[in-house]
Structure formats: structure tokens, C-alpha cells
């Protein structure tokens, strides 16, 4: 092999990594950073891009996607000395790759650690029992406090999610024995309203079932009042009618005959009865009754004898029969 062939054999492999060191092509989502003897030179975009070879080099390639930077688990201390367990994850964007590339060392480690500090400096602020129902309040004040700071590394926060809140396991079992207590404190106290409610309802009860009790007695009372007062008008009015009849023409005799048909019936019923086999009257009552007898001629009866017996007989076909030997038939 000739020593001309060499030379431009050599040539040819000198022309090509030349134009391989001319020429970039970036990826798309992708921004490479350029230097030219140390000194930043230019950003490149996604696509072919030339530079000078030997001279640029490109110092840093960095993406311009969202980035999920995952915060590390640390324990942190409530205001009231309680110790919980946090993480978080950041989505960061980069906005200005030339202040990423020479803002800070390492934009990663940096936003990481500035999630950390900020996570403690929030929750430190709070209780535990606001720390763990508080989230959205903890994401906004991250938001505000890390967002200035990542705006001179040429970052952009998109958000930052709380994974997890996590007291220590015996701030746990208390946490469970305070709830468990609570929830017995309710249950106790609903307990306690139903039974008011019942007792109360239950006198309400009474106390109506005692209104309409009273109001009813109060009522029957009226009632036997307005019927003894109809009662009495009555018997006076029957009095008065009586009296009036009695000192009239014939009075008398209508009063003794009602006697007698009283007396009739009360002996008719005795004599009826099934528990009655023999009645005995005294002799003194016959009489009377012959004398009230006697009395109904008054008012248009007469008195027959028929077999040895007296017999009364009214003229409406009412027929009475007495036996002078003191025994009703």
C-alpha cells in the first residue's frame, strides 16, 4: 500500500469525525447546552444543529418534559411535639435551561431538598391533629414558599402531592384509643338524647291522657248535673201536678187507687218469682188494700163477689182478683 493511499485514507476518517463533532441532532423534549472553550455558548433545540467542531462541546442535556422528583420520607415534629412521618413528590419543569445548567449545582438534589426544609417549616407550624386533615393547606404553602426560590434555577413547580402523613406507632394506638374513647362519648350522649326524648314524650303523654281524663269527668259531672237538675224539675212538676189533682174533685180517690194497683203489682211480681213458694202478709194489709179497693168506684170500678170472694173489675176488662183469706192468685 502506497504511502498516498495511507494520507488520504486518513484523510477521509479526519473529515468524518470532523463532521460528526459539527454536527448535533437533539432528540425532541430535549434542550442540550453548548459550550465553546468552557464558556457557555448557545442552547440547542430539538432537531440538527451545527457547531464548530473541536471548539463548542456540548456541556449538559437536559430535558424540557415535566419531571417527577420524589421527596424522600423524613420524620418531622408537630407544634405540639408530636413526631409523624411525611413524603412528597414534586412535578418540575425546566423553563430556563442555561440558569438549570449553571443556577445550582444539581437542580434535582436541590428541589429535594428544599421540599424537605419547606415541609418541615410548614408542618412544624401545625398541631397534629390539623397536620393530618390538612393537606391542601400544607400543598398551597409549599407552592408559595418553594416556588420564588426554584424561579433562579430556571425551574418551574408544577405541583407538589403529599404522599403520606404517618404518625409514630404509639402516637397511633393513642390516636386509636382517644377515637375509640370518643366514639363511646357520642354513643353514651345519643343514648342519653333518645332517653330525654322518650321521658319527655312519655309526659307529654301522661299529661294529655290527664287533660282529656279531667276534661271527660269534667263533662259527666255537667251532664248528671243537667240530668238530676231535669230530674228534679221533673218530679217537682209530677208533684205539682199531683197535688194539683189531689186537691181537685176526686183527688183523693185517684190517689188511693194508685196505692191499690201499686200494691197489685208489687204482689203480682213477689208471687211470680221463682225463689217465692209461700208469701205471708199480715191481716192489716189486706184491709188497706180492701180500703184502697173500695176507693176505685171513684173512678168507674166495681167490686163482685163471685164464689166467696172479693173481686175487683174494671171496666176497660182489667180483671183483679183478691181472696180475703190473705192469699194473692
Known amino acids: 500500500m502506497s504511502t498516498g493511499f495511507v494520507a488520504i485514507i486518513m484523510i477521509l476518517i479526519a473529515v468524518v469525525v470532523t463532521l460528526s463533532k459539527g454536527v448535533r441532532i437533539v432528540p425532541q423534549g430535549q434542550q442540550w447546552i453548548v459550550e465553546r472553550l468552557g464558556k457557555y455558548k448557545q442552547t440547542l433545540g430539538a432537531g440538527l444543529n451545527i457547531v464548530v467542531p473541536y471548539i463548542d462541546r456540548v456541556a449538559y442535556r437536559l430535558s424540557n418534559k415535566d419531571q417527577i422528583l420524589e421527596v424522600p420520607s423524613q420524620d418531622v415534629i408537630t407544634r405540639d411535639n408530636a413526631v409523624v412521618t411525611v413524603n412528597a413528590i414534586c412535578f418540575v419543569k425546566i423553563a430556563d435551561p442555561q440558569k438549570a445548567a449553571y443556577g445550582v ?79 363511646q362519648r357520642k354513643a353514651i350522649e345519643t343514648r342519653a338524647a333518645g332517653n330525654k326524648q322518650a321521658a319527655i314524650l312519655e309526659a307529654e303523654g301522661i299529661k294529655q291522657s290527664t287533660i282529656l281524663r279531667a276534661e271527660a269527668e269534667q263533662e259527666s259531672a255537667t ?64 184491709q188497706s188494700i180492701g180500703s184502697l179497693i173500695n176507693a176505685g168506684v171513684i173512678l168507674g170500678t166495681t167490686t163482685e163477689s163471685v164464689g166467696g170472694k172479693s173481686q175487683l173489675k174494671e171496666k176497660n176488662s182489667t180483671n183483679f182478683s183478691w181472696n180475703t183469706e190473705n192469699n194473692f192468685s
Open 105 to 183: 449545582e444539581d437542580y434535582e438534589q436541590a428541589t429535594s431538598s428544599l421540599a424537605m426544609t419547606s415541609l418541615r417549616a410548614t408542618i412544624g407550624k401545625m398541631d397534629l391533629d390539623e397536620s393530618l386533615s390538612s393537606r391542601d393547606i400544607i400543598k398551597a404553602e409549599l407552592l408559595g414558599v418553594m416556588a420564588d426560590q426554584m424561579t433562579d434555577w430556571g425551574l418551574i413547580l408544577r405541583s407538589i402531592e403529599i404522599q403520606d402523613i404517618a404518625p409514630s406507632a404509639s402516637m397511633q394506638g393513642a390516636m386509636e384509643q382517644q377515637a375509640a374513647a370518643e366514639r
Open 223 to 286: 251532664r248528671q248535673a243537667a240530668a238530676a237538675i231535669s230530674l228534679a224539675e221533673g218530679t217537682k212538676k209530677a208533684n205539682q201536678l199531683l197535688a194539683e189533682s189531689i186537691s181537685g174533685e176526686g183527688g183523693q180517690a185517684a190517689l188511693n187507687f194508685q196505692l191499690a194497683t201499686r200494691y197489685v203489682d208489687a204482689l203480682s211480681a213477689l208471687s211470680q218469682s221463682n225463689n217465692t213458694k209461700i208469701v205471708a202478709m199480715p191481716s192489716e194489709l189486706s
